[in-house]
């Protein structure tokens, strides 16, 4: 029995992580974040095509799952992938779908 319990939670884990990137502009932030690693909120919320205050309820959404995290550099504030499963999910979603990464050269930090 126990590995039926070990499954569903599991299952429960995976369900709850889709649920949390299952929206067009967190996969589009997603697909911005992979590229370069790290991106200023301005370039994400321009990236997806969000107000600021749209832009943090979404990223508000995937902190909460702790799928992204950030960081302040004075008043700039750097968002990156912090769940490494993300990277495994979106590998053929990525390369099928998201811009290439000289689409951001003038937004992202080097």
Same mark, same amino acid.
């Given at each position: 029995m126990?590995g039926?319990?070990?499954?569903?939670?599991?299952?429960?884990?995976v369900?709850?992580l $889709?649920?949390?990137?299952?929206?067009?502009?967190?996969?589009?932030?997603?697909?911005?974040l $992979?590229?370069?690693?790290e991106?200023?909120?301005?370039?994400?919320?321009?990236?997806?095509?969000?107000s600021?205050?749209? $832009?943090?309820?979404?990223?508000?959404?995937?902190?909460?799952?702790?799928?992204?995290?950030? *960081?302040r550099?004075?008043?700039?504030?750097?968002? *990156?992938?912090?769940?490494?499963r993300?990277d495994? $999910?979106?590998?053929?979603?990525?390369?099928?779908?998201?811009? *290439?990464?000289?689409?951001?050269?003038?937004?992202?930090?080097?």
């Open positions: 126990g039926v319990v070990e499954f569903q939670a599991k299952a429960t884990e369900a709850t $889709l649920e949390a990137v299952a929206n067009e502009r967190r996969l589009m932030l997603l697909c911005k $992979l590229e370069p690693g991106a200023t909120a301005g370039s994400l919320a321009d990236a997806a095509g969000l600021r205050s749209a $832009l943090s309820q979404h990223l508000t959404v995937l902190r909460e799952q702790e799928i992204v995290t950030h *960081r550099e004075r008043q700039t504030l750097w968002s *990156r992938v912090a769940d490494p993300i495994d $999910l979106f590998s053929a979603p990525h390369a099928m779908f998201c811009p *290439r990464r000289d689409a951001f050269a003038s937004t992202t930090r080097p």
